[in-house]
Nanobody
Framework: QVQLVESGGGLVQAGGSLRLSCAAS????????MGWFRQAPGKEREFVAL????????YSAHSVKGRFTISRDNAKNTMYLRMNSLKPEDAAVYYC???????????????WGQGTQVTVSS
């Protein structure tokens, strides 16, 4: 059974930092592109960042470029999202996802975590 478990969310002041983790089990982690998505109340789920199977390629949404860094440790079956200079508009539930190919489209990802809440106070 595939499980993706996010952690590291919480409440932070604007300008602060958080690091999210996504621990994977039940799948060959290194065979999957991994992505972070987020969903704020009343909004659609949106792409945040992705990382290739080897970790050699990353791609981030324009809104987080230069502030968020995605990484992965295939030996630990874990993906990370370092979020710096957080803004109130970054507040959302953050989800990690695993998929077979490079894609920014949520429907292209096969497995999803339960999400972790990020709240940013102004």
């Amino acid at each position: 059974q595939v499980q993706l478990v996010e952690s590291g969310g919480g409440l932070v002041q604007a300008g602060g930092s958080l690091r999210l983790s996504c621990a994977a089990s039940g799948l060959t982690f290194s065979s999957y592109t991994m992505g972070w998505f987020r969903q704020a109340p009343g909004k659609e789920r949106e792409f945040v960042a992705l990382i290739s199977r080897s970790g050699g390629s990353t791609y981030s949404a324009h809104s987080v470029k230069g502030r968020f860094t995605i990484s992965r440790d295939n030996a630990k079956n874990t993906m990370y999202l370092r979020m710096n200079s957080l803004k109130p508009e970054d507040a959302a539930v953050y989800y990690c996802a695993a998929g077979p190919a490079i894609s920014t489209t949520p429907d292209d990802y096969h497995y999803w975590g339960q999400g972790t809440q990020v709240t940013v106070s102004s």
